[in-house]
Nanobody, 123 residues
Framework: QLQASGGGLVHPGGSLRLSCAAS????????IGWFRQAPGKEREFVSA????????YYSDSVKGRFAISRDNAKNTMYLQMNSLKPEDTAVYSC??????????????????WGQGTQVTVSS
């Protein structure tokens, strides 16, 4: 079971760090992803990390601004979000799955989702 936290209200240009904690353990072969969904829009891929090896992946819209990381000892994943923009406003959710590389950005490839956390970027 996953639990996302760390959302909030921030001004444009500000930063937030989201956390995704697992009640169980992540094992080799799992990929943990962040997705977001804004009102009236489809869920979209934000970032992902391979739990074993630590390879990271980003959508073009957040590359260079967001950084994903993991803490194996705490079984927790983080999403550091910098230079936030109003268009980053959405509910952010973390999920676990075993997608192949070509399907990494597909929400349907993830089978366990945590409750989302709201991120609002507004002046």
């Amino acid at each position: 079971q996953l639990q996302a936290s760390g959302g909030g209200l921030v001004h444009p240009g500000g930063s937030l760090r989201l956390s995704c904690a697992a009640s169980g353990r992540f094992f080799s072969g799992y990929t943990i992803g962040w997705f977001r969904q804004a009102p009236g829009k489809e869920r979209e891929f934000v970032s992902a990390i391979r739990w074993s090896g630590g390879s990271t992946y980003y959508s073009d819209s957040v590359k260079g601004r967001f950084a994903i990381s993991r803490d194996n000892a705490k079984n927790t994943m983080y999403l550091q979000m910098n230079s936030l923009k109003p268009e980053d406003t959405a509910v952010y959710s973390c999920a676990v799955g075993k997608p192949i590389l070509s399907s990494l950005r597909e929400p349907s490839m993830y089978y366990s989702w945590g409750q989302g956390t709201q991120v609002t970027v507004s002046s």
